[in-house]
């Protein structure tokens, strides 16, 4: 049984940074591009960023460029996001995902398994 598990999230000032974590378990982890999605309330889930198998390959949301790194532990079957200069607008439940295909990684389509997401709250 395949699981993805967010940690992370919480309340946090403009400006301040958060790290997310997505544990993996059921699914040969290195075998999967990672991506993370974010859905804010009233609003479609959208892509935020992903990453391929190896690392070789990151993307992002231009909204997210710049202030988001996402990177991967295959050892630890652990997918992050580091999330710096937060906004309000970040604010949203985020979700990780994981999927064999290995190109358009910003479509949810693309992604076979999701978490449950965790809640990201940027206040003023």
């Known amino acids: 049984q395949v699981q993805l598990v967010e940690s992370g999230g919480g309340l946090v000032q403009a400006g301040g940074s958060l790290r997310l974590s997505c544990a993996a378990s059921?699914?040969?982890?290195?075998?999967?591009?990672m991506g993370w999605f974010r859905q804010a309330p009233g609003k479609e889930r959208e892509f935020v960023s992903a990453i391929s198998r190896s690392s070789d390959y990151t993307y992002y949301a231009d909204s997210v460029k710049g202030r988001f790194t996402i990177s991967r532990d295959n050892a630890k079957n652990t997918l992050y996001l580091q999330m710096n200069s937060l906004k309000l607008e970040d604010t949203a439940v985020y979700y990780c995902a994981a999927g064999i295909y290995t190109s358009s990684l910003y479509s949810e389509k693309r992604y076979d398994y999701w978490g449950q997401g965790t809640q990201v709250t940027v206040s003023s």
């Open positions: 059921g699914l040969t982890f290195s075998s999967h591009a």
